[in-house]
């Protein structure tokens, strides 16, 4: 299949992560709070609010102030919650950018009344021991949260995608320290997206999904699935013949053992696929699947291409949708022995990116 590619491109269907979000709002019931930080999981924050706002969103999750004020100068009227922790020095610029910050410990809820306040959801850590209060703690902010009520609270699980009971136990948790509060903030949200896809229809007013926003799932046995949003490619620059003990790129690894057809794509893992899929990855060449040769080098990687038909110009995929086949970024993520979060947000660096935009 050839192309007007010269080297590798991610093209992110946002057609399809618009549906995703689409898919989460009926099954969930209750407004949307998506995650979009680290520049929309490295597929490009502005492309994903376009996505995105004809879903009509409560709001946004994001990670730094930085990113709130790249999301105010895009235009974004809605609110913007930073679920990281913000030093002191943070909280003027938070203001001035209209954010919503995550506080949880009385120095936090005091420093942001002195900064002149505003909303806040209060951050209640359940298990993952990583941000907010511990839920047995929450009784002793009580006479802060009378003072500056929070305008939501939250929680955050560790492993929603497990069947293990330890999501029910955090609900569970989260439950208790809200009783603890004098009043119920007006929006209580826990949800994520491996929540979403096992629970079904929320109790609480908000959820917030993320990696199933960009194509990700949770599992085969998850009530819902989410189309491919993510699909890197990249052409075939050459094409060598090996005779028996030749080999292919750093260390050696790959040697010949028959004579082998051997095509450079021009991608390497500079452009965000990973070194770790050395000799163990396979790409997609015309709907074929092909394994990588050899070391996956900084801008290039070899694939073996003996029993495929191909020739230089052709593209192959490396993460996505080829014909009929899909090699999910689960698949490609759990080959390479990482996260899929690690991979997306991976594809970040030099690798040009294409829209495919929504139908309206």
């Known amino acids: 299949m050839k192309h007007s590619l010269a080297r590798a491109r991610v093209d992110i269907d946002l057609g399809a992560l618009q549906r995703n979000g689409a898919a989460v709002a009926r099954r969930a019931g209750v407004p949307l709070l998506p995650m979009i930080k680290a520049d929309a999981y490295g597929l490009g924050v502005a492309g994903a609010l376009r996505a995105l706002e004809v879903l009509q969103p409560w709001g946004y999750g994001i990670a730094s102030v930085r990113e709130g004020e790249e999301l105010r100068t895009l235009g974004v009227a809605r609110p913007i919650v930073v679920f990281t922790p913000l030093l002191e020095e943070e909280l003027a610029p938070a203001r001035s950018a209209r954010l919503t910050p995550t506080l949880g410990f009385p120095p936090e809820i005091e420093a942001w009344r002195r900064a002149g306040g505003g909303a806040w959801h209060l951050s209640i850590d359940t298990g993952m021991s990583r941000a907010g209060i511990p839920w047995r703690d929450v009784r002793a902010i009580r006479h802060l949260v009378e003072l500056a009520p929070p305008e939501g609270a939250f929680t955050h699980f ?126 997609l060449v015309g709907g074929t699947l092909a394994p990588v040769a050899g070391t996956v080098t900084m801008d290039m990687t070899m694939i073996d291409v003996t029993t495929v038909r191909c020739e230089v110009g052709d593209v192959a995929t490396l993460i996505g949708r080829a014909g009929d086949t899909v090699l999910t970024v689960e698949r490609v993520a759990d080959t390479a022995g990482m996260s899929p979060y690690e991979l997306l947000t991976g594809l970040r660096s030099r690798v040009d990116r294409a829209y495919i935009e929504a139908r309206r």
């Open 158 to 283: 560790h492993s929603a995608e497990l069947d293990n009971g330890t999501l029910e136990r955090q609900e569970r948790l989260f439950r208790e320290a809200l009783a603890s509060l004098p009043s119920r903030p007006k929006l209580l949200h826990t949800d994520n997206s491996a929540a979403i896809a096992r629970k079904g229809r929320t109790e609480w007013d908000l959820v917030r999904p993320g990696i199933f926003l960009y194509g990700v799932g949770s599992g085969r046995t998850a009530g819902i699935q989410p189309e491919p949003v993510v699909h890197l490619r990249a052409p075939i620059v050459e094409i060598r013949q090996l005779e028996v003990g030749d080999t292919v790129s750093y260390g050696a690894i790959f040697r010949a053992e028959r004579p082998a057809r051997i095509a450079t794509l021009a991608v390497g893992y500079a452009d965000g696929y990973p070194r770790s899929l050395s000799e163990r990855g396979s790409v």
